[in-house]
């Protein structure tokens, strides 16, 4: 069983940051590709990118240049810093296992941008 711990939203002004924290329980994080995906209202969840378990990194174009997605394989956690932020980043922020059969979820965190 994996249980994923989101840390790190609330609420910033626009061109401020933020950094997301998911601390994961379990044997697999080491072996295993994370995520961070969001949800606006009324909106489907989306990747915000990925990170592979040698460090390789993919980032949804939109994030490109503002966000970066790290780990620390030894505290089991995978970072989300999140720069330059505008008021269309304002989501539910989740972590994730990524995995071909389902992905592995934490509960989510909020993160508000105001304008």
């Known amino acids: 069983q994996v249980q994923l711990v989101e840390s790190g939203g609330g609420l910033v002004q626009a061109g401020g940051s933020l950094r997301l924290s998911c601390a994961a329980s379990g044997s697999i994080f080491s072996l295993s590709t994370m995520g961070w995906y969001r949800q606006a209202p009324g909106k489907q969840r989306d990747l915000v990118a990925t990170?592979?378990?040698?460090?390789?990194?993919n980032y949804a174009d939109s994030m490109k240049g503002r966000f970066t997605i790290s780990r620390d394989n030894a505290k089991n956690t995978v970072y989300l810093q999140m720069n330059s932020l505008k008021p269309e980043d304002t989501a539910v922020y989740y972590c994730a296992v990524v995995r071909w059969s389902g992905n592995y979820w934490g509960q989510g965190t909020q993160v508000t941008v105001s304008s």
């Open positions: 990170i592979t378990n040698s460090g390789v990194t």
